[in-house]
């Protein structure tokens, strides 16, 4: 199957600092790629939708300048977290889908942020 | 509007018993439905899925879920537990033209004990 990766696995950060995570469709080319929030033992939670070479779609309640997307390229999806509080400490996850690929999202790994 | 119910949030079988993680939905137009298992730590793996056809769709690991528009249902089995199917499982929905946006359930814990 298709392969996600993110990176890094595992950040930790001080409060007021910026923090950014990369999300690569290895494998395939991302039309849109998904970006997740997950709280300990919750669901995960859609902040936004990136589709390659226009803005993002944020869900109601996320603050767009806060959490910052880029989707540069078919392969490649950024979040930046921007000054960064303990409350953003979460599980991101982020999805990647082509429209060549059917119905199917492929889901990253998982990134743990940790905000001192 | 679309949702999802997935009940009970933990479920513990003993091994080589019956798993049987129930799903129900909530859509207005024909759904496409999906399972995911998450260990801990990780992301998301696609278990099985269902957009059109054979309503019985078979995943990997030995897990299958049927699909029952009059119940609004897809419950996910596997006829014998393995200590390794211990995890976390999220039913999720989308439908055609929903710009593939999943709405995910709360998940449920299963349990596999000796």
């Known amino acids: 199957g298709a392969v996600v990766s993110q990176h890094p696995s595992r950040v930790i950060c001080k409060s007021g600092t910026s923090v950014k995570i990369e999300c690569r469709s290895l494998d395939f080319q991302a039309t849109t790629m998904f970006w997740y929030r997950q709280f300990p033992k919750q669901s995960l939670m859609l902040m936004a939708t990136?589709?390659?070479?226009?803005?993002?779609?944020?869900e109601q309640g996320v603050e767009k300048d806060k959490f910052l997307i880029n989707h540069a390229s078919l392969t490649l999806s950024t979040l930046t977290v921007t000054s960064a509080h303990p409350e953003d400490s979460s599980f991101y996850i982020c999805s990647a889908w082509s429209s060549g690929g059917g119905d199917t999202q492929y889901f990253g790994p998982g990134t743990r942020l940790t905000v001192l | 509007a679309q949702s999802v119910t997935q009940l009970g949030s933990h479920v513990s079988v003993s091994e080589g018993a019956l798993v049987l993680l129930r799903c129900n939905y909530s859509?207005?137009?024909?759904?496409?439905l999906f399972w995911y298992v998450q260990y801990p730590n990780q992301g998301l793996q696609l278990l099985l899925k269902?957009?059109?056809?054979?309503?019985l769709v078979k995943g990997i690991n030995g897990f299958e879920a049927e699909f029952k528009k009059s119940e609004t249902s897809f419950h996910l089995t596997k006829p014998s537990a393995h200590m390794s199917d211990a995890a976390e499982y999220f039913c999720?929905?989308?439908?055609?033209?929903?710009?593939?946006?999943?709405?995910f359930g709360t998940g449920t814990q299963l349990k596999v004990e000796l």
């Open positions: 859509s207005s137009v024909p759904p496409y």
């Open positions: 999720a929905v989308t439908y055609t033209g929903g710009g593939n946006k999943l709405t």
């Open positions: 269902y957009t059109t056809g054979a309503t």
């Open positions: 990136s589709n390659e070479g226009s803005k993002a779609t944020y």
